[in-house]
């Protein structure tokens, strides 16, 4: 730390990634990527990029991304921003529409990037705690969100992360519109793993982007499209709210020319991303069948992870934090939380069908 | 604007960076991009990006870059952050070292994007103006640095762009040190055109940067290695205060895996980049002499620009204000500001010597 830190940053912990091993032959099951590679035609843009393309600014606000989101979301291009991936715009968020001492809600558990932000723009964060099967009460969060403490307004921002993580769980969107709604400020719902829901669910929050006046939904390339290493996000929502951060917060030119020209190519190709959702969706069934007749309780989950609570050790200890280590020193990663709601618990993202494999035999002998 | 734009930047103006035409034949020398495409190595880069490097997250840190960057300027990769473009670097400078309030000095005229950042982050921003030959009195300079008022401490951070934006005008080793040494706050000197300076000067910060502890240095590779497009720079400084910044206020991944690729190579590539900065040194010292014999006043340049004064109009009115649509019209771009001080001067990025040459051949009826 040097002696020039600002003091209000003094006590702040920085947000701390999933470990990133390089090491060959490990199997990365911490950090939420989609197991398949990027469509072939994202890569191809690559041979498009010139040097030219290279030499000049890119242009400020990906606009051809953005027809190309607006064409297969069914939107204009008035309603996204496109962002060097979801952090930047949960931090343009903040930093938009809150100013500094305002009260910012979400869940517990949530993305644990959020209390990191809102400490950095000098924001007071506050937790609703989910029930023991992590589901949301729109009701109590409401009322939570409202304020229910005397001479407590209603919080600036409430943050959803839906499905969440990093239980899996979805939120209806009759849970997530009464939440919208009823609630005076700004809802973000963080969509990161939209993709992986089942379509038979029919889930679908984007009209309700259109027509409410105060909901943002953040979408990520990272997971659905096997982007994670491009950095690129977007964020969905009505025209002002998307202007007012297009045309004052965002850095000038804040995603590249190479990333605005992957993205746009890989959302354009989307029957192969969506063979990749329904792959991960059939292996995620295969592993919470296998994981749970191993004596696991493993969570419904509509994204490309399974949270799977681990019976403790004999002596009343982490089953979870053995099994994380034990794991690790097999060559395979998966995220632990040390923290008391989720002490007993791994999240495991979904890998190939070898992976999953892989995984499964490591943990057996670990599990009876 | 909408509802939820928080009150403090309702009357922010964002910044406006300059014109990006699309149309074909376009001269561009408006944005102080390189003439000269980027490094082919740079380019073949590109060929080496392989899906799975896309699939996953990238270098947090972009350490292979950084440990390039530390092989080239004889430093450790400990002295060196990477950055999203250097207004990235510019962004987290403001948001780790500066508490709301503060007091943030630079002078006048400089990058038109400081006092928009430092409204953003709610600081108040002052500037000490240059002589009418753009120096700089490093003496004056500290003087209003440290607060020449009754009960007005010293600023938090002082910004110095040099070589200097719009001038040209090169600050010495001597009047950058001086200022550092004498200053309590932290001093980022703003190197984004450093590449240009001609090497004969022997100007080098880079030991200052490593002695000095309260000394930023920006880098970016926009301008010097024809990458506007990548978005990419770098901050050289004091290990505690790269710490600071990597480890607490930027984005978990703040650049991207293609980005680091041909960013760690271009950089690699000393020899190819040395040889277009030459290219341009040459064409700013013809363009220089040809814009001062059609009665322009054209200050010295240490840049890939010039601020040239253009004389005015026999009615007092501004000549440059002119000559810009003229310019415009005529299918170049060139950057004229509106404001009190530059209103009879235009900035004129170096192109090729082709586009110099369509340039002048404009020009001259427009000056005779």
Sequence with gaps: MSGFLRQTLRNVTGYVP??????????KLNTNENPYPPS????????????????RYPNPTARAFREAAAAVHGLSPDHIIATNGGDELLRL????????????????????LYPVLAALEGLRFEAHALDNTYNLDPQAFLRFACGEQPNQGPATIALIVSPHAPSGMLF????????????PGLLVVDEAYVDFIAPEIGHNLLPCAQTLPNLILLRSLSKGYGLAGLRFGYGIGHPDLIADMTGLTKDSYNTDVIAQALAEAALR????????????????????????????????????????????????????????????????LVRYFDTPRLVHALRITLGTPEQNAALLRQLKPLLT
Tied chains: 1, 2.
């Design 18 to 27: 999933g470990e990133q091993l390089d090491r060959p032959g490990i199997i």
């Design 40 to 55: 072939s035609k994202a890569c191809a843009a690559l041979a498009t990029v010139s040097p030219e393309m290279l030499r």
């Design 93 to 112: 968020i903040f930093a938009t529409f809150a100013e500094a001492g305002d009260r910012i809600v979400s869940t517990d558990p949530t993305y644990s």
């Design 172 to 183: 209806t969107e009759a849970q997530l519109t009464t939440i919208a709604q009823g609630f």
């Design 269 to 332: 190709d989307q029957g192969y991303a969506m063979d990749t959702w329904q792959r991960v969706r059939a292996e995620r069934e295969y592993l919470r069948s296998e994981l749970s007749a191993l004596g696991c309780r493993v969570y419904p989950s509509q994204t490309n992870f399974l949270l799977a609570e681990l019976p403790p050790l004999a002596n009343g200890n982490s089953r979870a934090a053995t099994a994380y280590a034990a794991l690790k020193q097999a060559g395979i």
